[in-house]
């Protein structure tokens, strides 16, 4: 299931189904999961642990050294979960002592061609990453988000699940749960209503969520005043309680 040209360092711990293309180096400290598939020319380096099913195409780079200038060569990891795709001339670092030391990839992940993740990123499961999408070191993006077509956010941004980036939107601040952003920075546009009904949300979830936003961005509130208001409701309607925590753990401010 090794091609014959692929180099595997004699460290690497490699299922023995995993498929590995022409070309490709996985050097030491790697760790790769049964049913992982990776095409040819992929640079694999370590410490790294990919977990099952994973598919890698050609030309990725996954588990390189942190683009960190404060880098001096220490042991940080990568740490990438189940069933994701990763695409053509993906870039994938490694953590930095910055930070928690890892980059963490969850599962089902749909990440397409020329995506970069920079260190110390913490991504959730079955999020969507458009061609080119950018996150700089240290951002958190939560489960269901979806980064159109060159889309990134600033370091240390938190990007909240089912979050919706558009096409060149540049997110320099956090961006709320449920929350659809665009332009440059990125501003509020609504929630992401098509998004949640493809996740069975209910029509009054839906309205729900959208009354929450409305508290948030139209009604003039200051920030604590809207939280005080949507954590009463919260308690009778729970599906606001991840737009919540997003209002409470925001550390860089929300857009705008």
């Known amino acids: 299931m090794i091609h014959s040209t692929a180099i595997v360092s004699d460290t690497a711990v490699i299922a023995d189904d995993v498929e590995i293309g022409p070309y490709c180096v996985v050097g030491d400290n790697v760790e790769i999961a049964a049913g992982t598939r ?7 380096n370590g410490p790294t642990v990919i977990g099952k099913d994973n598919r890698i195409y050609q030309f990725a780079s996954i588990g390189d050294d942190p683009q960190d200038k404060k880098y001096a060569g220490e042991p940080t990891g990568l740490v990438i979960g189940d069933r994701n795709t990763i695409r053509e001339f993906c870039t994938i670092s490694r953590g930095t002592t910055q930070d928690r030391g890892e980059t963490i990839i969850g599962d089902d992940n749909w990440i397409m061609a020329y995506v970069h993740i920079a260190h110390d990123c ?41 979050a919706f980036l558009g096409m060149y939107a540049g997110v320099n601040r956090d961006v709320p749960a449920y929350t659809m952003v665009a332009g440059q920075p990125a501003v509020p546009r609504g929630i992401n ?12 979830q839906i309205r729900n969520i959208k009354n929450a936003y409305r508290l948030t961005y139209r009604q003039g509130k200051k920030l604590n005043e809207a939280i005080d208001e949507i954590a009463a409701l919260s308690q ?18 929300l857009v705008r």
Do not use: Y
């Open 38 to 44: 990776i095409d040819s020319h992929v640079v694999i």
């Open 122 to 162: 913490v991504v959730g499961d079955k999020t969507i990453m458009a061609n080119n999408a950018t996150l700089a070191g240290h951002v958190h993006v939560g489960d269901w988000v979806i980064f159109a077509g060159f889309s990134g956010a600033h370091q240390f941004c938190r990007i909240g699940a089912h």
């Open 193 to 204: 209503s098509e998004g949640l009904k493809r996740r069975d949300f209910s029509a009054q």
């Open 236 to 253: 009778e309607q729970p599906e606001l309680i991840p737009f919540l925590e997003s209002l409470r753990s925001t550390e860089r401010g």
